[in-house]
Nanobody, 116 residues
């Protein structure tokens, strides 16, 4: 059973930065789409960023220019670099790996809190 292990969340001041990591517990073929979602209290889960096996990247409009998604295929890890964080970015961030062959996997979620 594949597990996704997230790290890098925490408390940061407005304007600060964090880097989230999502690592698979077992080796996967690099044919999955890596995605980061977030869910703020009282709100629906939102797709923040995605990266395809060939590196095609998409972002939700609210994070464009501030967040960067990347992947290390050798390490089966997907990253989310977050800069210029604001209170509106406070949420539980969860990673997801999906491919029609390998399956659909979720991380446990990591809390990001932006507050002075």
């Amino acid at each position: 059973q594949v597990q996704l292990v997230e790290s890098g969340g925490g408390l940061v001041q407005p304007g600060g930065s964090l880097r989230l990591s999502c690592a698979a517990s077992t080796r996967l073929r690099n044919i999955y789409v890596g995605r980061w979602y977030r869910q703020a209290p009282g709100k629906r889960r939102e797709l923040v960023a995605s990266i395809s096996p060939l590196g095609r990247i998409e972002y939700v409009g609210s994070v464009k220019g501030r967040f960067t998604i990347s992947r290390d295929n050798a390490e089966n890890t997907v990253y989310l670099e977050m800069n210029s964080l604001g209170p509106e970015d406070t949420a539980v961030y969860s990673c997801n790996y999906y491919s029609s062959v390998e399956g659909n996997y979720w991380g446990q979620g990591t809390q990001v809190t932006v507050s002075a």
